[in-house]
């Protein structure tokens, strides 16, 4: 059966620190991967998508990026958080066929 | 703008009695709609999904709607269960290629089964 891991699962940073969120997609292959953020009081949010390794398409503008250096592995990044970067960044795969998504188990992410 | 609403922030059902929650959309590309139920601190787990060619499907105690001409769709659990309360999601994409995945999302509605 396919899971999906990511982590860490909480992080407090200061502002202006670099970030590094990972996640990893086991029991299949080729899947579509993408990166969500719930935002205090607020939906979930679509960041980035991927289809393929080194494939990554952004859907806001933001200070965030995305990277899939491996066909299961997708990561998120940034160079210097800021206050808004805070919240719960949640990591989902979904099958090339199909509509549903599954989701990690989520990355909440304070910062200072 | 809010293309996916839940307009209900919380509910509260007895346990053994139905728990309706609703949803409305507005972008008419919307074509495949999901539910999510979400407990704190954890992603969202899948529940059930509908295709807009469908007005109806049934997944055990989960029942979902859709009434495409009102733009609204409905999540039905009979009966409701105590294991039942938790925050739910309803999501809307197009369908087919790389629309599927790209959900909206309402806001949620907590929903509190009673014993």
């Known amino acids: 059966s396919q899971t999906i891991h990511q982590w860490p699962a909480t992080l407090v940073q200061p502002v202006g620190s670099p970030l590094s969120l990972e996640c990893t997609v086991e029991?299949?292959?080729?899947?579509?991967l993408y990166w969500y953020r719930q935002a205090a009081g607020r939906g979930l949010q679509l960041l980035f998508y991927?289809?393929?390794?080194?494939?990554i398409s952004s859907e806001v503008p933001q200070n965030l990026s995305a990277s899939r250096p491996q066909d299961r592995q997708f990561i998120l990044s940034s160079k210097k958080l800021l206050l808004s970067d805070s919240g719960f960044y949640l990591c989902a795969w979904r099958g090339q066929l199909t509509g549903e998504l599954f989701f990690g188990e989520g990355s909440r992410l304070t910062v200072l | 703008d809010q293309q996916v609403k839940q307009n209900s922030p919380s509910l509260s059902v007895q346990e053994g009695r139905i728990s309706i929650l609703n949803c409305d959309y507005t972008n008419s590309m919307f074509d495949y709609f999901l539910w999510y139920k979400k407990y704190p601190a954890e992603g969202p787990t899948f529940l059930i999904s509908?295709?807009?060619?469908?007005d109806k499907n049934e997944d055990g105690r989960f029942t979902v709607f859709l009434n495409k001409s009102a733009k609204h769709l409905s999540l039905h659990i009979v009966p409701s269960q105590p294991g039942d309360s938790a925050v739910y999601f309803c999501a809307a994409s197009g369908s087919g290629g790389t629309s599927y995945g790209k959900l909206t999302f309402g806001q949620g509605t907590i929903l509190t089964v009673h014993p």
């Open positions: 509908i295709s807009s060619i469908k």
């Open positions: 029991g299949t292959s080729n899947p579509n």
């Open positions: 991927s289809v393929g390794i080194g494939q």
